[in-house]
């Protein structure tokens, strides 16, 4: 039962991305049909740079909503279940994550916070906790498949596993839902194992598709200056209520 390190693979992107997003902007201020300009775009007719530009120039305008016809796919493994309980409350997504009824759970894996490990005694008491609680599953298992639940003693058993149990989930968004995400789970606020796992995903939507991702992150760095209350603000930048208002 080692503990486990995140993993954050990017397997799919909606195909021809880029031309994908300046169609549907275009079709948003253009009198005619998209659809005849789309063999152009894939013939290479209006170059990359160009249809770049174009996006750059609406989106800085705050019109987003064409962005949501491409979506990204990530593979994300060795997190703990208590990260996915919070990937799973942003609700524009589609998800498929590792089954604990139907995969079975003994000698498990498990995600160790820094925290913890950089605390001696922290980790002694969390690594015996992860023990026991394997312990007890392997157990249960026993127990009640003597007592006729067979396969289905997984579905039961795994009553006992900790928050920190490693799964895997595949994540789907589109890019406006993942600019949401960002602002909210790259900031220093967010739970560290979130925000590192959204800090891998920003990196490789920057890499595919930097139009829409060079300036994506946290809400501060966008905007500069910190949106948050001050007791919950990190100091980073300035909250808005502290910018001159000749600045703002």
Not at 55 to 79: C, D, K, N, W
Not at 102 to 119: H, N, S, T
């Amino acid at each position: 039962m080692p503990a486990i390190s995140q993993s954050v693979t990017l397997l799919a992107h909606t195909p021809d991305a880029l031309s994908l997003i300046y169609a549907a902007f275009r079709q948003c201020y253009h009198p005619g049909d998209v659809a005849d300009l789309w063999p152009r775009l894939l013939a290479g007719e209006i170059p990359p740079e160009k249809q770049a530009d174009f996006v750059g120039r609406i989106l800085a305008s705050g019109h987003e909503s064409p962005i949501e016809h491409v979506s990204f796919s990530f593979a994300v493994a060795g997190v703990s279940r208590a990260l996915t309980h919070q990937l799973v409350r942003h609700r524009l997504a589609s998800y498929s994550q590792q089954s604990q009824r139907y995969v079975d759970a003994a000698g498990f894996d498990y995600v160790l916070p820094p925290a913890v490990a950089a605390i001696p005694e922290a980790r002694e008491r969390f690594e015996a906790a992860m023990e026991r609680a394997g312990a007890a599953y392997a157990e249960l298992q026993e127990i009640l498949s003597r007592h006729g639940r067979g396969a289905k003693a997984n579905e039961d058993a795994r009553f006992v596993l900790p928050n920190a149990c490693e799964t895997k989930i595949v994540v789907t968004m589109n890019c406006r839902s993942l600019l949401h995400f960002f602002e909210l789970r790259c900031c220093l606020r967010a739970q560290w194992e979130i925000r590192a796992m959204a800090m891998a995903m920003l990196g490789l939507c920057r890499e595919a598709l930097p139009v829409i991702f060079a300036r994506a992150g946290a809400r501060c760095e966008r905007l500069g200056y910190c949106p948050e209350e001050e007791r919950f603000s990190c100091g980073r930048f300035p909250r808005l209520a502290e910018i001159p208002r000749s600045s703002v």
